[in-house]
T-cell receptor, first 113, second 114 residues
Framework: KQEVTQIPAALSVPEGENLVLNCSFTDSAIYNLQWFRQDPGKGLTSLLLIQSSQREQTSGRLNASLDKSSGRSTLYIAASQPGDSATYLCAVSFTDSWGKLQFGAGTQVVVTP | DADVTQTPRNRITKTGKRIMLECSQTKGHDRMYWYRQDPGLGLRLIYYSFDVKDINKGEISDGYSVSRQAQAKFSLSLESAIPNQTALYFC?????????????FGEGSRLTVL
């Protein structure tokens, strides 16, 4: 069974530190990988989408890398702010599950002032 | 207005009742999905539809049914709700372009079954 894992489940950092969030997946045959942010009781907001042919994507303070051969993606958030506190989810579209995404359980982030 | 709208946003019901959650989208996407979120389990796919005439079961479809009334509308029904269907339900859409497009989510419908 294809699985997506996010470790750690929770993370707390002081404001200003860089955040590093990890996502691992069990099958390197993927179409794309997407990072989402979820605030408590809210929907999911797409942060970055990386196609299988790409190594990384950047948006402002966010950078996501993709290493298919090792089955890993990393989301970096530079100079964290209290407003970055949220749960971050990783989702993978595997080639033999065409059009469907497999989600990790998420990493809950708290940025303390 | 939101691109993906779910109604109701919150619902409390009793065991055995029939419940319908509705989703409409203005993104013009062909693909629509229903996910369920439980604490510690992430999101799990219930049903998905690649166009109006296409309905597919996801990994946890038992106890649920769906209807794709139009390209823009996709509803999820619980014929006889049970307490372990208490969860946060999300509708999502994506463009048809292969699997290269990302997912866009609604705000969620919180369902409590007593």
């Amino acid at each position: 069974k294809q699985e997506v894992t996010q470790i750690p489940a929770a993370l707390s950092v002081p404001e200003g530190e860089n955040l590093v969030l990890n996502c691992s997946f069990t099958d390197s045959a993927i179409y794309n990988l997407q990072w989402f942010r979820q605030d408590p009781g809210k929907g999911l907001t797409s942060l970055l989408l990386i196609q299988s042919s790409q190594r990384e994507q950047t948006s402002g303070r966010l950078n996501a890398s993709l290493d298919k051969s090792s089955g890993r993606s990393t989301l970096y958030i530079a100079a964290s702010q209290p407003g970055d506190s949220a749960t971050y989810l990783c989702a993978v579209s595997f080639t033999d599950s065409w059009g469907k995404l497999q989600f990790g359980a998420g990493t809950q982030v708290v940025v303390t002032p | 207005d939101a691109d993906v709208t779910q109604t109701p946003r919150n619902r409390i019901t009793k065991t055995g009742k029939r419940i319908m959650l509705e989703c409409s989208q203005t993104k013009g996407h062909d693909r629509m999905y229903w996910y369920r979120q439980d604490p510690g389990l992430g999101l799990r796919l219930i049903y998905y539809s690649f166009d109006v005439k296409d309905i597919n079961k996801g990994e946890i479809s038992d106890g649920y049914s769906v209807s794709r009334q139009a390209q823009a509308k996709f509803s999820l029904s619980l014929e006889s709700a049970i307490p372990n269907q208490t969860a946060l339900y999300f509708c999502a859409t994506s463009a048809l372009a292969g699997a290269g497009g990302g997912l866009f989510f609604g705000e969620g419908s919180r369902l409590t079954v007593l």
